[in-house]
């Protein structure tokens, strides 16, 4: 699937990295051309700041949920590369890896390269 040329696979790490070059990289894939204008502003408006700011983006309906635990959902989080493990348990991490080693690995898709 990750060499199908209809499929673009992103990573959350390259776009806190360079957010402009994933910003091209997505142009090129949808065979537009975009001046330094226009991902300059796409870069600001898909910024983790304005992101965040974004109730559709952040599913700001969720407050309407009927429990406290539902309401308490914010999608952005931090904006930080890592920070699931702060919020995932032993065990879901465990599962995560396996999953990804499973699917993964042998590809050249980095993920499952943190866990070797």
Known sequence: MRHEDHILFLRYE?????????????????GRDVNEEQVSWLTHHC???EMSKNPAVNHETLR??????????????KGK???WRNHLTE??????KQWT???LQG????????YE
Do not use: C, N
């Not at 390259?14 to 949808?30: G, H, I, S, T």
């Not at 065990?91 to 995560?96: G, R, S, V």
């Not at 590809?107 to 943190?114: G, K």
């Open 47 to 49: 910024s983790f700041e």
């Open 64 to 77: 309407m949920a009927p429990t406290q635990e539902a309401k308490a959902i914010k999608f952005m989080r």
């Open 14 to 30: 390259d776009m806190k990295k360079d957010l402009a070059a994933v910003v091209r990289q997505v142009a090129a894939f949808l």
């Open 101 to 103: 080693l499973k699917y």
């Open 81 to 83: 590369v890592g920070d």
């Open 91 to 96: 065990e879901q991490q465990k599962a995560f």
């Open 107 to 114: 590809t050249d898709f980095p993920y499952y390269q943190d």
